[in-house]
């Protein structure tokens, strides 16, 4: 008998296969699963070295001895006509190809989680590529006497920072928005300069004792956590206004960038023009309160806003807050007389702004947004939005605008390269993945839009618009138990009115619908009458649909503005009342714009 054929009859073939397949297997799981574990490199050496040195040893065992049913036996004592070597031979070659199939999608496992990190990496690269040499986040100041009561003054300070270093030719600053999602954070600076999108960040603590400010202030390199810059200032509070210009200024100095010097571009400030201190302080107080959004909370803002100016008439950027603040009240919280005093005094404060200081970019924003609620005046509106931009090239609220403007004519395929393209300067900005949702889901790409609505929910979890907007893309699915699911948990108030009763019209429970309808009708008619149209929109009443529309309106309701990207409305787009309406309210035929 040859030695091929003995080697074959005594499986020792077989077993080497078997054993170079584990073999193998074994240092692939070394290789990419010991790193994990902080497992030492010589561990992983000698797992190698183990494995060869085994080798010669398993097949010296295998010629000599067989694994039978009895148990081991030496080859000499099995007798040659016994099939049963053969059969274990089989089974020897089951277990070859079931660890080599292991070892396959061990290799494609790790083939795809390769490219999964090259991939992570090209997009760490780009960001880093996109935020360029020159970038940075201003992260939440610290109030170092940790009194509560004087964090507008730390988050005012912060946020003129954050407009001063706007000023700054070749200087990327991200908004404030983004930036204040960092406020006490126990990330370290790579993580948060990647969230971003920067090269640097700047941090530091602010201490108001009497009639003295200290601010500490550090510039890091974002990728290693390294000090560029840092700093302590004291001053008295007198001089404040110094001190912040002297702040952004060594920054950036430090980032090498220079003042604007484009053809129509103004310094932007927050800052009184008389200096008077404690007409700064009621400012910043008052946007503070209206930023939190609640009704009570504008009208505080409305009383600060009024206290600064009465410290200083001229004071054209406390009369635009004052504006922005009365047209909040009028457009979320009252209704009827008490809306449209609102929104009287809203255009007086903006009139006001405008004749103190036509220079001011927030004015005309403002002033543009007036226009597009009570006149739907969207030309004179888009020239407020570019000439905002002229005068501050890197105003957030009038890019936002001019997105949403955009959309508002039936173009929601380039508000939402608009919207993507602002998400560089405020990546964490919860809002513009919701109107995004909006926009694509006009498109009929649900999928995309349940994504961006479940972000701008994970990263705003307690704004109830964001989760009545999930409700409507599940009804738009079809899936009523899910809509109803969600409707079920938006916080009591008049969001949740509007989704329950949204769910409610595609579910099987008439009786149901018709109850969460009449609620919402009964206690939120004054603010909700687009919303009352949407939900005669799913009840195929399209009579009732056009007459809370015409209600929609008369109230100057802002929804109105997503006339020709709801989903819901544009059924009805070839009902010759749905162009008379787009008529009325200044938009364009919904049979000839971009979305047909």
Same mark, same amino acid.
């Given at each position: 008998m040859s030695l091929l054929s003995e080697l074959k009859r005594r499986n020792v073939l077989r077993v080497a296969a078997l054993y170079a397949a584990a073999a193998w297997l074994l240092v692939q799981i070394a290789t990419q699963?010991?790193?994990f574990f902080d497992v030492p490199n010589w561990a992983v050496r000698w797992t190698i070295v183990g494995v060869v040195c085994a080798f010669p040893l398993a097949l010296v065992v295998s010629w000599f001895y067989e694994l039978t049913p009895q148990g081991i036996k030496r080859d000499s004592e099995i007798d040659p006509a016994d099939p049963s070597p053969r059969q274990r031979g089989r089974?020897?070659?089951?277990?070859?190809?079931?660890?080599?199939?292991?070892?396959?999608?061990?290799?494609?496992g790790n083939q795809v989680w390769s490219a999964h990190n090259a991939t992570k990496r090209a997009e760490r690269t780009s960001a880093q590529a996109t935020a360029g040499p020159s970038s940075i986040a201003v992260l939440p100041?610290?109030?170092?006497?940790?009194?509560?009561?004087?964090?507008?003054?730390?988050?005012?300070l912060t946020e003129d $920072?954050?407009? !001063?270093?706007?000023?700054?030719?070749? $200087?990327?600053?991200i908004s404030r928005n983004s930036s204040f999602q960092f406020r006490n954070t126990a990330e370290d600076t790579?993580?948060?300069?990647?969230?971003?999108?920067?090269?640097?960040?700047?941090?530091?603590s602010v201490r108001h004792d009497g009639d003295t400010v200290r601010i500490s202030a550090s510039l890091v390199n974002a990728a290693d956590g390294t000090t560029v810059w840092s700093q302590r200032f004291d001053r008295k509070y007198k001089e404040l206004f110094a001190l912040q210009d002297q702040i952004a200024n060594q920054v950036a100095g430090a980032l090498t960038a220079k003042l604007m010097n484009e053809d129509g571009v103004v310094v932007q400030s927050d800052r009184p023009p008389n200096g008077d201190l404690d007409a700064y302080q009621r400012m910043l107080q008052a946007k503070f309160y209206r930023f939190r959004g609640n009704e009570d909370d504008q009208r505080k803002a409305i009383s600060l806003?009024?206290?600064?100016?009465?410290?200083?008439?001229? @004071?054209?950027?406390? @009369?635009? +807050?004052?504006?922005? &603040?009365?047209?909040?009240?009028?457009?979320?919280?009252?209704? +009827?007389?008490?809306?449209?005093? !609102?929104?009287?005094?809203?255009?007086?404060?903006?009139?006001t702004a405008l004749s103190l200081n036509p220079n001011l970019a927030a004015a005309h924003v403002a002033?543009?947004?007036?226009?597009?609620?009570?006149?739907?005046?969207?030309?004179?509106?888009?020239?407020?939005?570019?000439? !905002? $931009?002229?005068?501050?090239?890197?105003?957030?609220?009038?890019?936002?605008?001019? !997105?949403?403007?955009?959309?508002?004519?039936?173009?929601?395929?380039? &508000?939402i390269e608009q919207i993507r393209?602002?998400?560089?300067?405020?990546?964490?900005?919860?809002?513009? @993945?919701?109107k995004m949702s909006q926009y694509l889901a006009a498109l009929g790409r649900i999928d995309e839009a349940v994504d961006a609505t479940r972000t701008s929910i994970e990263m705003s979890p307690v704004t109830a618009a964001f989760q009545t907007r999930l409700v409507l893309l599940y009804v738009l699915r079809g899936d009523a138990k899910a809509a109803l699911d969600v409707a079920e948990h938006v916080p009591d108030g008049s969001w949740r009115d509007i989704a329950l009763a949204t769910a409610r019209q595609i579910g099987s429970d008439r009786a149901a619908a018709d109850a969460a309808l009449k609620n919402l009708i009964d206690h939120q008619a004054g603010n909700s009458a687009y919303q009352i149209a949407e939900v005669y929109a799913l009840r195929k009443d399209p009579d009732q649909l056009f007459a809370w529309l015409e209600r929609a309106r008369t109230n100057h309701d802002p929804g109105i503005s997503s006339l020709l990207t709801d989903p819901l409305l544009l059924r009805y787009r070839d009902d010759p009342r749905f162009a008379a309406f787009c008529a009325e309210v200044n938009l364009p035929n919904p049979l000839e714009v971009a979305l047909r």
């Open positions: 699963v010991f790193p089974v020897v070659d089951r277990w070859t190809i079931a660890i080599l199939a292991l070892a396959v999608l061990l290799l494609l100041l610290i109030e170092e006497g940790g009194d509560a009561a004087q964090q507008y003054f730390t988050d005012g $920072l954050i407009t !001063a270093l706007s000023q700054f030719d070749g $200087l990327k600053v790579e993580s948060i300069g990647r969230k971003l999108g920067v090269t640097h960040l700047l941090e530091g806003y009024e206290e600064a100016i009465r410290l200083d008439p001229t @004071y054209a950027r406390a @009369y635009t +807050g004052l504006s922005i &603040a009365w047209a909040n009240l009028a457009g979320n919280f009252v209704s +009827g007389e008490a809306a449209q005093e !609102a929104y009287a005094k809203a255009r007086e404060a903006s009139a002033h543009g947004k007036l226009l597009e609620i009570l006149e739907f005046d969207r030309n004179g509106a888009e020239t407020e939005y570019r000439h !905002a $931009l002229q005068l501050a090239p890197n105003d957030r609220d009038a890019k936002d605008a001019l !997105a949403l403007l955009t959309a508002e004519r039936g173009d929601p395929e380039r &508000a393209e602002s998400l560089t300067d405020d990546p964490l900005r919860a809002v513009s @993945y919701a």
